[in-house]
């Protein structure tokens, strides 16, 4: 078992920078997939982005030009820079990882992420 802890969300105003955290402990392996996904209020979650342990990242087009995802291997760790906020990009934020051998998704509680207009 992998545990993820985010930390970093909260209530931002439109055009504003969050940067999200998230630290894994317990069963880990270098090699995992980390990443974040979003899950907006009536909406299906979908994939931010996602950094392999090689640090090569896949960023959703929607926000691409706004979020940056880096990670620490040293710290396990993963961070989301989200900068230029929209209302849109309102959503519970989750991290997760994957197992590269089993297809094994292994997810946080959620961090909640609020832009106002």
């Known amino acids: 078992q992998v545990q993820l802890v985010e930390s970093g969300g909260g209530l931002v105003q439109t055009c504003g920078s969050l940067k999200l955290s998230c630290t894994a402990s317990g069963d880990i392996l270098s090699n995992d997939l980390m990443g974040w996904s979003r899950q907006a209020p009536g909406k299906q979650r979908e994939r931010v982005a996602s950094?392999?342990?090689?640090?090569?990242?896949d960023v959703a087009d929607s926000v691409e030009e706004r979020f940056t995802i880096s990670r620490d291997n040293r710290k396990n760790a993963v961070y989301l820079q989200m900068d230029s906020l929209k209302p849109e990009d309102t959503a519970v934020y989750y991290c997760?990882?994957?197992?590269?051998?089993?297809?094994?998704?292994?997810w946080g509680q959620g961090t909640q992420v609020t832009v106002s207009s």
């Open positions: 950094i392999t342990s090689g640090g090569t990242t």
């Open positions: 997760f990882s994957r197992r590269r051998t089993t297809d094994t998704y292994f």
